[in-house]
């Protein structure tokens, strides 16, 4: 999957299962690149079309252990199962199935097309690099799975 793609499933994924404020941009940690976050959805145009349970609402800690969305983006649909932490999915327009898993502020994805793992990390616009960016002790363990 194209790495826009990979970092939109990466925001949409993280924010659902992180919660909290919504973060403010997305630094791929393989890439090198920064995105901000409503830019990112917005030049993809990821629309919610589905969600189960309905995002809206308040959830239970019981129903936290499932959940589904389905987003209408540039790059086809995204559809997104999460369970717990742990996240899997199929993006439509390059037929790539993923998994992944989500863990304070970081993303990773093991993308099945690509055979390799990518990570991201959820910050603020107002974060040094040295909390988000090149330096992060994550991102500088980048080629080791956390999965």
């Keep these: 999957m194209k790495y826009e793609c990979r970092a939109c499933v990466s925001y949409l994924a993280g924010r659902l299962i992180l919660g909290g404020d919504a973060p403010e941009t997305v630094y791929g940690c393989i890439e090198g690149v920064r995105h901000d976050a409503l830019d990112l959805l917005e030049k993809n ?17 019981d129903e936290l252990g499932e ?29 790539t199935l993923f998994v992944g898993k989500a863990s304070g502020n970081l993303v990773v994805i ?38």
């Design 45 to 61: 145009r990821a629309d919610l079309i589905e969600a189960k349970p309905p995002i809206g609402r308040p959830l239970s800690f």
């Design 67 to 95: 959940r589904s969305v389905l987003y209408n983006s540039l790059f086809g649909e995204i559809y997104i199962n999460i369970s717990g932490n742990t996240f899997k999915g199929y993006a439509g327009g390059s037929s």
């Design 110 to 147: 093991y993308d099945y097309r690509e055979k390799s793992f990518f990570k991201y990390r959820m910050c603020s616009r107002r974060t040094t690099a040295g909390v988000c960016g090149e330096v992060c002790r994550d991102c500088a363990r980048a080629g080791k799975p956390l999965i």
